[in-house]
Nanobody, 115 residues
Framework: QVQLVESGGGLVQAGGSLRLSCAASGSIFNIRVRGWYRQAPGKQRELVAIVTSGGNTNYADFVEGRFTISRDSAKNTVYLQMNSLKPEDTAVYYC?????????WGQGTQITVSS
């Protein structure tokens, strides 16, 4: 079992920045991918960004260079630095870890971007 705990959400004005953190604990061996997803009201959960165990990253098109995913392996923590936030970025953001073929999720953290 892998436990994921997110932090760093909140309310920010359009154009502002936030940094999310996701700490993993438990049986954290062989986690192949760490990532962030988000779900806005009435919409499906969607990928924001992922980072593989090899350090490769991938971003959703809507990120448009505004977000950066990074990891601190020593702390078992993944970060999402979000700049130039837009009102349409408002959603619950979820941390994800893929271990073997099992997806683990954090509890989610709300981000609200006001215009």
């Amino acid at each position: 079992q892998v436990q994921l705990v997110e932090s760093g959400g909140g309310l920010v004005q359009a154009g502002g920045s936030l940094r999310l953190s996701c700490a993993a604990s438990g049986s954290i061996f062989n986690i192949r991918v760490r990532g962030w997803y988000r779900q806005a009201p009435g919409k499906q959960r969607e990928l924001v960004a992922i980072v593989t165990s090899g350090g490769n990253t991938n971003y959703a098109d809507f990120v448009e260079g505004r977000f950066t995913i990074s990891r601190d392996s020593a702390k078992n923590t993944v970060y999402l630095q979000m700049n130039s936030l837009k009102p349409e970025d408002t959603a619950v953001y979820y941390c994800n870890a893929l271990q073997w073929d099992i997806n683990y999720w954090g509890q989610g953290t709300q981000i609200t971007v006001s215009s």
